[in-house]
């Protein structure tokens, strides 16, 4: 049962436009979104969250919508940069409720063409 | 100075062997994780320690152990290896509980099991 989906498993995408990475979910307790970035070898890093009390949370190039009745959000880099390719996770939880885990969608891989 | 780090990083071993993987985070944090990435590429929670008590065990084969000596410690203990056990196991920390915050990742242990 996968409560996190991330329906595209890639994405190209030219340097300097948009990337749009999305992500849906099914569960309507989570309540805490979360967008994490990996490179090959490494260790998935923290790239932006936002709580369900907001529909937008911004950071530099990269901004989070986040669509409570649909159950949607998304995840917008601009401008791309090469340095962005990576694979992105979106990750979501019942924040609210302690010890709840997060639950890690499959990954969207992307690729930024110089 | 990495702030999660685990040991060793490739692990190749026959089946029905014992081996261990070990965590280690140098952040102050009070709860740690382990996850699970699979050949699908989904990174699943397997366990979490808060404090050195565990507070979240997933539908994972009792031949994993899990042993955390102190809260900067967590070791993983996998017993009897099978070929399904072949993944990538990523340690993680973080400052909140689980659900709240974001995660802290190790660059991860991949275990081949022939």
């Known amino acids: 049962d996968q409560q996190v989906k991330q329906n595209s498993p890639s994405l190209s995408v030219q340097e300097g436009r948009i990337s749009i990475l999305n992500c849906d979910y099914t569960?309507?307790?989570?309540?805490?979104f979360l967008w994490y970035k990996k490179y090959p070898a490494e260790g998935p890093t923290f790239l932006i969250s936002?709580?369900?009390?907001?529909d937008k949370n911004e950071d530099g190039r990269f901004t989070v919508f986040l669509n409570k009745s649909a159950k949607h959000l998304s995840l917008h880099i601009v401008p791309s940069q090469p340095g962005d390719s990576a694979v992105y996770f979106c990750a979501a939880s019942a924040g609210t409720t302690s010890y709840d885990k997060v639950i890690f969608g499959p990954g969207t891989s992307l690729s930024v063409i110089p | 100075d990495t702030a999660v780090s685990q040991t060793p990083k490739y692990l190749v071993t026959q089946m029905g062997n014992d081996k261990s993987i070990k965590c280690e985070q140098n952040?102050?944090?009070?709860?740690m994780y382990w996850y699970k990435q699979d050949s699908k590429k989904f990174l699943k929670i397997m366990f979490s320690y808060n404090n050195k008590e565990l507070i979240i065990n997933e539908t994972v084969p009792n031949r994993f152990s899990p042993k955390s000596p102190d809260k900067a410690h967590l070791n993983l203990h996998i017993n009897s290896l099978e070929l399904g056990d072949s993944a990538v196991y990523f340690c993680?920390?973080?400052?909140?509980?689980?659900?709240?915050?974001?995660?802290?990742f190790g660059e991860g242990s991949r275990l081949t099991v022939l």
């Open positions: 936002i709580s369900s009390i907001k």
């Open positions: 569960n309507s307790m989570f309540d805490y």
């Open positions: 993680a920390s973080s400052q909140a509980l689980p659900g709240l915050g974001e995660l802290f």
């Open positions: 952040l102050g944090h009070d709860t």
